[in-house]
């Protein structure tokens, strides 16, 4: 009798813990909702060595995510400015870009003034397929 009561409650404490506000954020200010500068590139070579290459920003690239679920895509090489929707499953840590052209990315770490995205981009060539991962790191500025 006991361990079902005690399942009850955890479950309970859970629901009630995690439970999201009608944003669709947890409750909180959001820490992804903020503008977010790139400050380094790491291009994932090869999946074996696990060896990564930085790769040059500059200071005009950045997403700006807003509490309404749109973004602010920027990039300086080419100029770019983009725009869209996301949806941000903060237990999953995926984000997904609706634009013309969909995409999907990962935070691999979210603080008060770092984020770590993960961008996977697999391409099929002669049977064979390849994953090409680049890890992009923001700072708040």
Request: glycine share 6%; hydrophobic share 35%.
């Given at each position: 009798?006991?361990?079902?009561?005690?399942?009850?409650?955890?479950?309970t404490c859970i629901v009630v813990g995690?439970?999201?506000?009608?944003?669709?954020?947890?409750?909180?200010?959001?820490?992804?909702v903020n503008k977010w500068y790139l400050k380094e590139i790491?291009?994932?070579?090869?999946?074996y060595l696990g060896s990564y290459d930085t790769v040059g920003f500059t200071t005009r690239d950045y997403y700006?995510?807003?509490?309404?679920?749109?973004?602010?895509?920027?990039s300086s090489g080419p100029d770019t400015l983009l725009?869209?929707?996301y949806n941000y499953d903060a237990f999953s840590g995926?984000?997904?870009f609706?634009?013309?052209?969909?995409?999907?990315?990962?935070?691999l770490k979210l603080t008060a003034d770092s984020l770590l995205l993960l961008s996977e981009i697999s391409a099929s060539a002669g049977g064979n397929t390849t994953t090409d991962k680049t890890i992009y790191r923001y700072a708040l500025k």
């Open positions: 009798m006991k361990k079902p009561l005690l399942f009850i409650a955890i479950i995690c439970k999201l506000d009608e944003s669709g954020f947890p409750k909180g200010p959001g820490l992804l790491s291009v994932y070579n090869d999946p700006n995510f807003k509490s309404d679920k749109t973004f602010e895509f920027s725009s869209g929707k995926r984000i997904i609706t634009t013309a052209e969909p995409d999907t990315a990962y935070v």
